[in-house]
C-alpha cells in the first residue's frame, strides 16, 4: 500500500512560485503510479510557464505508460523527459520573452517493489529506511562538482554563494541528458521529492528527523515546508511523500 502527498508553497521571500508538480495513479490501493516535480527558472514568469509544460509534458507519456501496463519503464521515463526538453526548448525558441527558461525535473514511476526515478537539475529524490536517510538523485549543479572533487563539503555546499547554478536542466538546449535510478522499496520506506527550496533550507539530518517524528505523508509534508520556512523560506518549496506502509 503506497500513501502519497504532495504541496508547493511560494516561500518567504519569492512573490511567484515557479515550482509545479503532479501525482497520478496509485488507485484503489494500487502501488502503481507516478509523481512529477520541476523547479522552472527565467525571468518574465518564463520559469513558472517551463515547469508547468515540462510537468504537462512528462505526465502525458507516464499516463499513456500507466494505462498500458507498459514494463519497460526505464526508457519510457528517459523519453518522456526527452519529450519535455523538446516541448520547453522549443517554446523557449519561439517566444522572445521565454528565451533561456528551463526546469529541473524529478519524475518517480513506482511499480512493483521499485521505484524509477529519472532526474534533471537539482530537485532531489531521498529514500528514508528505519534511521537512515540516503540521497537516490545527484544533483547537477557546480556546488555539487565542488563536493565530489572533495574541494567543500556537503554541508559547506548548502550554504555556499554558487548554490544556485545549475549544470543541466530541461528546455535550455535542443538535447538533455536523464539520470535513472531505481530503488527496490520495503514497507515501511519513505522516499522524499523536493525542490531546492528545501535541501538549501533543511539539512539531511533534519529532513530524516522530521520525516521520523510523523505518521502520515501529509503531516510529513507540511512539517517539512513550515521548517523550511522557520530557516528562512528563501526559495519556493515543493514537497512529495511516498510511504510504502506494510499491510495489516
Known amino acids: 500500500m503506497v500513501e502519497v502527498f504532495g504541496l508547493s508553497d511560494v516561500g518567504c521571500i519569492r512573490e511567484l512560485n515557479e515550482d509545479c508538480y503532479c501525482i497520478c495513479g496509485f488507485g484503489d490501493n494500487s502501488e502503481r503510479g507516478f509523481c512529477i516535480l520541476a523547479d522552472g527558472m527565467g525571468g518574465h514568469n518564463a520559469g513558472e510557464v517551463a515547469s508547468q509544460n515540462a510537468v504537462k509534458f512528462i505526465a502525458d507519456e507516464m499516463n499513456r505508460l500507466l494505462e498500458s501496463g507498459d514494463r519497460e519503464i526505464p526508457g519510457k521515463l528517459s523519453a518522456a523527459v526527452s519529450a519535455a526538453n523538446t516541448g520547453v526548448y522549443t517554446m523557449a525558441s519561439e517566444n522572445p520573452i521565454h528565451r533561456g527558461m528551463g ?21 532531489r529524490a531521498y529514500a528514508v529506511r528505519n534511521d537512515e536517510i540516503v ?18 563539503t556537503k ?25 535513472i535510478f531505481e530503488y527496490n522499496y520495503s514497507p515501511g520506506d519513505v ?39 522557520d530557516n528562512g523560506g528563501l526559495d519556493n518549496i515543493t514537497v512529495i511523500c511516498i510511504r510504502f506502509i506494510q499491510e495489516v
Not at 513506482?110 to 537539482?122: C, E, F, K, P, R
Not at 559547506?156 to 539520470?179: M, W
Not at 539531511?204 to 520525516?211: F, N, T, V, W
Not at 501529509?218 to 515546508?225: A, G, H, K, P, R
Open 191 to 229: 522516499m522524499i521529492i523536493c525542490s531546492d527550496g528545501l535541501s538549501t533550507m533543511l539539512g539531511d539530518d533534519e529532513i530524516l528527523k522530521i520525516i521520523k517524528s510523523k505518521k502520515t505523508s501529509e503531516d510529513t509534508v507540511n512539517s517539512l515546508i513550515a521548517a523550511a520556512k
Open 135 to 152: 540521497q537516490i538523485t545527484t544533483d547537477h549543479s557546480v556546488v555539487s562538482e565542488l563536493v565530489m572533487r572533495g574541494t567543500i
Open 155 to 179: 554541508e559547506e555546499a548548502r550554504l555556499h554563494p554558487q548554490k544556485n547554478i545549475i549544470t543541466r536542466a530541461v528546455g535550455t538546449d535542443k538535447s538533455v541528458k536523464t539520470d
Open 103 to 123: 526546469t529541473t525535473v524529478v519524475a518517480a514511476f513506482i511499480d512493483d517493489g521499485t521505484a524509477y526515478v529519472a532526474n534533471v537539475g537539482d530537485s
